[in-house]
């Protein structure tokens, strides 16, 4: 990993959630050259969930974000998608409505979405400009929805293609 460019991070959506069953602890870095997600641990409800296992992995990655950049971040990652900006055709932003967490999915060229919750603060009108402004210069769409985001065969697609 050491081999890594250095780049800037435009967005960073820290301490996401994807998969169905077990539950992955991820962030998504929008850098200048790619989408970049890794993730860190799976989480069982039981195990991980119940006993704040999200607060600790979370812990951990910022510490590592902080003292050693994205390389840390990839370095501390038990996987990391790589998302080339050329497969990207759209990026959904999912505000989650008043009981819901907000929800981000990125629709590509080869494939079912890579999509997760968003279990950090975010304040979505900037975080919608930001990817907007990203996916502009990087020739993808943004969308906005203030709804959900939930759709069971999508689920399930993303759960068989192991996303």
Do not use: C, W
Request: net charge positive.
């Amino acid at each position: 990993m050491n081999d890594l460019r250095p780049v800037t991070v435009h967005v960073h959506v820290h301490r996401v959630m994807g998969g169905a069953f077990p539950l992955r602890v991820a962030d998504l870095l929008f850098t200048d050259e790619t989408l970049l997600v890794p993730e860190y641990r799976y989480l069982t409800p039981l195990f991980g969930i119940a006993r704040s296992g999200s607060q600790s992995v979370a812990d951990a990655a910022v510490e590592r974000f902080r003292a050693e950049g994205v390389a840390g971040l990839l370095e501390l990652a038990n996987r990391t998608h790589r998302i080339e900006y050329d497969d990207v055709e759209r990026v959904h932003l999912y505000g989650g409505r008043s009981f819901g967490r907000p929800k981000l999915a990125v629709d590509v060229a080869s494939g079912p979405p890579y999509a997760y919750r968003i279990h950090a603060p975010v304040e979505i009108p900037r975080l919608r400009g930001a990817l907007t402004g990203l996916g502009a210069r990087r020739g993808f769409e943004v969308t906005y929805h203030s709804t959900l985001g939930f759709s069971p065969l999508k689920s399930v697609r993303r759960f068989l293609a192991d996303r």
